[in-house]
């Protein structure tokens, strides 16, 4: 899989987990509206869908050709008006998102798979990199920018989502907020994660252990 095939949620997605074991860095439910606004900028920079002003609004319906977009998209759709995108966040179902994109990420051989049981007795699935490197080519880029490089548009908006997502607290040492506000402030859909969790609060024991526990019915 080639860092052209990825898409920003793809890349959120690596970004996610930690690199030793694979354990998701973020609670699942912020991962998964993370998710959804990745998918909105995903379908605006493939020009299906147009921020006029403070909202968002498809402005092509045909499918792309990737399950998980084209499934935003035919809801934005269906909805059929502009919405602020924090309200998009709201408006598609975020529920078992995160688990979506590791399994696709394991069939495009990212992430690989194993069993566990807690307790002894309830199945669990298991997510660790089956290649760090696609996952370190993701960090460096990120961190080439957090430096001072001068960054392109996909990697402002994928900065802007593990920012405000909380992903990015995780992989980079403490003291460059100033500098990476600066360059993400302008960035929609960021600033549509940051607007839902100012909304919104964690569920009480929501974290990043219980976003692998697939086969007992995690979200």
Same mark, same amino acid.
């Given at each position: 899989?080639?860092? $052209?095939? #990825?898409? &920003?949620?793809?890349?959120?997605?690596? %970004?996610?987990?930690?690199?030793?074991?694979?354990? $998701?860095?973020?609670?699942?439910?912020? #991962?998964?509206?993370?998710?959804?606004? *990745?998918?909105?900028?995903? %379908?605006?920079?493939?020009?299906?869908?147009? #921020?006029?002003?403070?909202? /968002?609004?498809?402005?092509?319906?045909?499918?792309?050709?990737?399950?998980?977009?084209?499934? !935003?998209?035919?809801?934005?759709?269906?909805?059929?008006?502009? %919405?602020?995108?924090?309200?998009?966040?709201?408006?598609?179902?975020? !529920?078992?998102?995160?688990?979506?994109?590791?399994?696709? %990420?394991?069939?495009?051989? =990212?992430?690989?798979?194993?069993?566990?049981?807690? @307790?002894?007795? +309830?199945?669990?699935?298991?997510?660790?990199?089956?290649?760090? =490197?696609?996952?370190? $080519?993701?960090?460096?880029? /990120?961190?080439?920018?957090?430096?001072?490089?001068?960054?392109?548009?996909?990697?402002?908006?994928? @900065? *802007? @989502?593990?920012?405000?997502?909380?992903? /990015? =607290?995780? @992989? &980079?040492?403490?003291?460059?907020?100033?500098?990476?506000?600066?360059? !993400?402030?302008?960035?929609?859909?960021? $600033?549509?994660?940051?607007?839902?969790?100012?909304?919104?609060?964690?569920?009480?024991?929501?974290?990043?252990?219980?976003? +692998? /526990?697939? *086969? *007992?019915?995690?979200?």
């Amino acid at each position: 899989m080639s860092k $052209q095939q #990825l898409t &920003f949620a793809d890349e959120l997605t690596l %970004l996610a987990h930690r690199e030793n074991d694979g354990k $998701q860095l973020i609670p699942n439910n912020v #991962l998964n509206v993370g998710l959804i606004a *990745a998918e909105l900028a995903e %379908l605006a920079s493939q020009m299906k869908a147009e #921020l006029v002003g403070p909202n /968002l609004a498809v402005v092509d319906r045909q499918p792309i050709g990737d399950a998980e977009l084209d499934a !935003v998209l035919a809801r934005m759709a269906k909805v059929g008006k502009a %919405l602020p995108p924090s309200r998009w966040l709201i408006m598609i179902n975020p !529920v078992r998102k995160r688990r979506r994109y590791l399994q696709r %990420l394991s069939q495009r051989g =990212a992430f690989e798979v194993g069993t566990s049981r807690i @307790l002894g007795v +309830i199945p669990v699935a298991r997510y660790r990199y089956a290649n760090p =490197a696609q996952v370190r $080519q993701v960090r460096q880029r /990120l961190g080439k920018v957090i430096r001072g490089q001068e960054p392109d548009a996909r990697t402002v908006t994928l @900065l *802007a @989502l593990a920012h405000h997502s909380g992903v /990015l =607290a995780h @992989l &980079f040492a403490a003291g460059e907020d100033k500098r990476i506000e600066k360059i !993400v402030h302008d960035d929609w859909a960021g $600033q549509a994660i940051k607007a839902y969790m100012d909304k919104t609060t964690n569920k009480p024991g929501d974290s990043g252990d219980s976003v +692998i /526990l697939l *086969a *007992a019915g995690g979200s």
